[in-house]
């Protein structure tokens, strides 16, 4: 019976919670600054960390580990080929992120190319982030590891 590594586990489970932080963290600070701004904004933030937790944990499931462990039959892991898979991931899924919810508020826009490029560029920061955070929660260091 194979061993289970609960480091793994628990940096699967934690690690997509990264890129709803970054996405609400804006806000967060203005309470700080600006603390009726921020509590007219409560309610949003609420709603905005749930769809943003949902598309992440969909996104590191359905991309993120199936591209790590092909990654990983390829190639022994290192942190930077787990934070380019983790950024290209990121990059995929905060585009369908940004386009399901133009759809769902009527905003779609004509999708120019630097808007494709700017979502494109913070989708691949978030990814990088939640994959770092992967890589440093469960122990995967720079090192090559089989």
């Known amino acids: 019976m194979p061993m289970i590594n609960f480091r793994i586990i628990i940096s ?3 690690s997509p919670l ?3 932080l970054l996405i609400v963290a804006p806000t967060l600070l203005t309470f700080f ?3 009726q701004y921020f509590l007219s904004q409560v309610a949003g933030l609420e709603l905005a960390f749930f769809i943003a937790s949902m598309f992440s944990y969909l996104g590191f499931g359905l991309l993120g580990i199936p591209a790590l462990l092909l990654v990983r039959q390829h190639m ?3 942190l930077l080929r787990v ?3 983790g950024a290209v991931a990121g990059s995929l899924v905060f585009i369908l992120f ?3 919810l133009g759809w769902a508020l009527g905003t779609i826009s004509n999708g120019s190319l630097v808007d494709w490029a700017y979502s494109s560029a913070v989708g691949a920061v978030l990814g990088g982030a939640v994959a770092l955070c ?3 929660i469960s122990g995967l260091t720079s090192r090559s590891r089989p």
């Open 76 to 78: 022994p892991l290192t």
């Open 98 to 100: 940004i386009t399901l």
């Open 33 to 35: 600054t600006d603390s």
């Open 18 to 20: 990264v890129a709803p």
């Open 83 to 85: 934070c380019a898979v």
């Open 134 to 136: 992967f890589c440093l």
């Open 12 to 14: 699967a489970i934690v």
